[in-house]
């Protein structure tokens, strides 16, 4: 499975922009998607996580209440909504996927495939 993020860009702080991440080569169905990040000289953090069937959802404390993440399997893709953005979620977005449980959708070990990265930069 080859997966594809985009999306990213430039906006100002309090904005919005929404992510996707296609995938490509295989189906989406039956993996969990994560949306991690990495800001400039930080570690890859999680910000959010879905199971294939959209039941459950998992969020950093940092993005609840301003991220959204969906999916639809349809189309073989997973969407990151980002709403109310501040300078501090400037970084490389990176959606992967995998078989992570509940307990694991924060372990970027637990997830088998990884796009390249989409570049989000919010100015204040």
């Known amino acids: 499975v080859q997966l594809q993020a985009s999306g990213g860009g430039l906006v100002q702080a309090g904005g919005t922009l929404r992510l996707s991440c296609a995938a490509s080569?295989?189906?989406?169905?039956?993996?969990?998607t994560g949306w991690f990040r990495q800001a400039p000289g930080k570690e890859r953090e999680f910000v959010a996580a879905?199971?294939?069937?959209?039941?459950?959802?998992a969020y950093a404390d940092s993005v609840k209440g301003r991220f959204t993440i969906s999916r639809d399997n349809a189309k073989n893709t997973v969407y990151l909504q980002m709403k109310m953005l501040s300078p501090e979620d400037t970084a490389v977005y990176y959606c992967?996927?995998?078989?992570?449980?509940?307990?694991?959708?924060?372990?970027?070990?637990?997830?088998?495939?990884w796009g390249q990265g989409t570049l989000v930069t919010v100015s204040s």
């Open positions: 992967a996927a995998g078989h992570p449980i509940v307990s694991t959708f924060g372990n970027p070990t637990a997830y088998n495939y």
């Open positions: 879905i199971r294939w069937s959209g039941g459950n959802t």
């Open positions: 080569g295989g189906s989406f169905r039956n993996y969990a």
